[in-house]
């Protein structure tokens, strides 16, 4: 029997001496385990050397075929399990690549009986198993880090191993025992790039960091990524697809999007489009997500599926999927979920769906277009006479939108503003569901006392309008067709939400609009505002006052600007306190204008004279000017041009006099 040690390892040691005992120490060799036979201690210093020490060896019968060997001889080759190499000579198995000499070797060693100590054997077997085309050369540079050099010629085939590779890799779920994840990242790099080695590997070691973030984020393996193995898609109930962005080629599809789609469990994907396959088209779709997706969010989108004659939402994002960035898309069919809520709401949804309202109101820029856009679209489904939205303004309630239908009896748009309280009864079936009906209202006013507001009332729906913790009010839809009441309430409980928020988009609009037209440092209108000021000022004859600070320069060089903006806001409060009708504006950076009813110059003359007697009790020294014009003007601005005119030539006036007390005080 030949027996062959791959490592003559003990036998190199100077300190072997020591080493030795405490290596059998440390397996339970001791005295007393010698002392027990040799059998026993044959048997376990045999099953050592095979499963634990880590020493390549193995051995052969008299045919050099393989009768056995070490854990590490095996692990060190690829193999599983020795029963792959047993009766199998070198040969057959081709990993050596001198198997002659070999051979050779272990004949001598049989036949003479004498070890053979520093045979040098070349294996072929690493390049049996590589993944990586033998014309490569690969080189360890870290713990987990590989150079693979190569001729661009081999581009293509290294793209495909390295594919291959990721897929094993990621494919590894346990390692000595332990349950683990692991993934292979890439860079690429070509000589032409760099001058030397060393600029290549920084150049590669800087490009594996941005793949890295591309695919996870600069945070891969903190808390804040969550990873799913793919075989929870392969059983969930939503269409799963992932697609090149590339190419739009499809990669994967689970069971619910190929049971969808009428497409067996084995059918190949190869050649398959997205877009054909999805969507029925020969090409792209146009309004494709691709450009506009990342690792970091998703995008929502209701499509109209013509290969499935259904509405679909869809949920897009890219993914990392064997190596590359994917294209992930879940799919519900908002059919087949209607259909199911139908089944016990008995929603039906006629003319006009849920969306098609959202769509109207949502597509608006303006928010209040979108409301009365969706308003319609609501009555017209439900063939109401009206529908009216009530807005709460702390105690009291106002109507603020009204839609009515061509045939119905007008009701007025001046309904004045009236306590919460008048409607409690309401508001207590709020408490109890956000959306009610009231099927005939004039029992339910003989039976609750309830008081209505409007007149020629049979059946009302009521739908709370809130967002979060904000309530806005609600909508009331007026004498809705009989048949449509029990329809209308799960359509309502849709649709209140999106009310809600356009109301919410309006406030914010308005907040913004009126934050744009106020200059934040006196709180007076600026320009823009003046503007729309104008438009509000009822028709007559106006004054206009163009005042301008004096010696605001001289305060900010000698105070600061902090004491010139404090005179700025002095200036500013005079005008607002002279101003019954506040229409005071900040022009500029010391300039600013007044305007007020007047019903000649005389009065104005009188009033600009005030102006003067005020400023200087306020000790802020200014220049006035004033003009006249009847609301509304043809020309604004030529009117303003000559209020500033005359405000000029008195601030001329002053700087002379201002001259001549320097000259005189000199």
Not at 563 to 592: K, W, Y
Request: glycine fraction near 6%.
């Amino acid at each position: 029997m030949l027996i062959c040690l791959c490592r003559d390892f003990m036998s190199r040691q100077p300190d072997r001496q020591t080493i030795i005992p405490q290596m059998l120490d440390s397996y339970g060799l001791s005295k007393e385990f010698f002392a027990a036979g040799s059998d026993t201690m044959t048997a376990s210093i045999w099953r050592i050397l095979l499963d634990n020490l880590g020493i390549e060896f193995f051995w052969k019968d008299r045919q050099h075929r393989f009768r056995g060997a070490s854990k590490a001889f095996l692990k060190g080759r690829g193999v599983k399990d020795v029963a792959e190499i047993l009766g199998k000579t070198d040969a057959e198995l081709g990993w050596l690549l001198h198997t002659t000499h070999a051979q050779e070797t272990e004949e001598k060693v049989m036949q003479t009986g004498e070890p053979q100590l520093d045979v040098q054997e070349y294996l072929s077997i690493g390049h049996r198993i590589q993944e990586i085309p033998t014309a490569c050369s690969v080189a360890r540079v870290g713990s987990c880090r590989f150079l693979v050099l190569a001729k661009a010629a081999q581009d293509v085939r290294l793209q495909q191993a390295i594919l291959n590779l990721t897929q094993k890799i990621h494919a590894i779920e346990k390692v000595d025992g332990n349950d683990c994840t692991l993934f292979l990242h890439h860079a690429q790099a070509h000589g032409s790039e760099v001058r030397s080695i060393d600029s290549l590997l920084q150049l590669l070691v800087k490009r594996l960091h941005r793949a890295e973030e591309k695919l996870y984020g600069v945070t891969l393996y903190s808390n804040d990524n969550l990873i799913f193995p793919r075989e929870l898609f392969d059983k969930i109930e939503f269409g799963v697809s992932i697609t090149d962005p590339e190419t739009h080629d499809v990669l994967y599809l689970n069971k619910a999007q190929r049971d969808e789609l009428g497409m067996l469990p084995d059918t190949p994907l190869t050649g398959k489009k997205c877009y054909s396959l999805m969507a029925g088209n020969n090409a792209p779709c146009e309004d494709c997500y691709l450009d506009k997706l990342d690792h970091t969010s998703c995008i929502t989108d209701i499509f109209h599926s013509q290969v499935l004659n259904a509405d679909r939402l869809l949920c897009h994002t890219l993914v990392p999927w064997n190596g590359k960035s994917r294209h992930f898309c879940m799919s519900i069919n908002l059919d087949r979920y209607l259909q199911r809520h139908a089944a016990h709401e008995k929603v039906l949804y006629q003319e006009l769906s849920v969306n098609d309202i959202i769509r109207a109101g949502m597509y608006e820029l303006d928010a209040e277009n979108g409301i009365r856009k969706m308003m319609h679209r609501l009555g017209s489904l439900l063939d109401a006479d009206h529908v009216l939205i009530a807005e709460e303004d702390e105690t009291l309630l106002r109507f603020s939108y009204f839609w009515e239908a061509r045939t119905a009896q007008p009701i007025s748009r001046t309904i004045k503003p009236f306590p919460r309280e008048d409607i409690r009864l309401i508001y207590e079936q709020f408490a109890k569901a956000p959306v009610f009906t009231i099927d005939d209202v004039e029992q339910f006013c003989h039976e609750s006392g309830y008081a209505p507001r409007l007149p020629n009332l049979q059946r009302l729906i009521f739908a709370r309008l809130r967002l979060d913790d904000h309530i806005y009010g609600y909508i009331e839809v007026v004498n809705p067709a009989p048949e449509q009441m029990e329809k209308a309430v799960p359509l309502l409980r849709a649709l209140a939400r999106f009310f809600s928020i356009l109301l919410r988009n309006r406030n914010l609009m308005q907040r913004i609009d009126r934050l744009s037209k106020v200059a934040p440092l006196t709180g007076v209108m600026n320009r823009r505002g003046l503007l729309d000021s104008l438009k509000d000022l009822p028709s007559g004859m106006y004054a206009f006052f163009f005042g301008d600070l004096n010696g605001l320069k001289e305060t900010n060089d000698k105070l600061g600007h902090d004491a010139g903006d404090r005179l700025i806001q002095s200036a500013a409060s005079v005008f607002v306190h002279s101003c019954p009708t506040n229409a005071v504006f900040r022009m500029g950076g010391d300039e600013f204008l007044m305007i007020q009813a007047v019903q000649d110059e005389q009065e104005a003359s009188a009033i600009n004279d005030r102006l003067h007697d005020r400023f200087r009790t306020a000790g802020i020294s200014i220049s006035l000017g004033f003009s006249m014009a009847a609301l509304p003007a043809i020309n604004i601005d030529a009117v303003l041009a000559e209020a500033d005119c005359h405000m000029y030539k008195e601030k001329v006036e002053h700087h002379k006099t201002r001259h001549q007390h320097q000259a005189t005080d000199a």
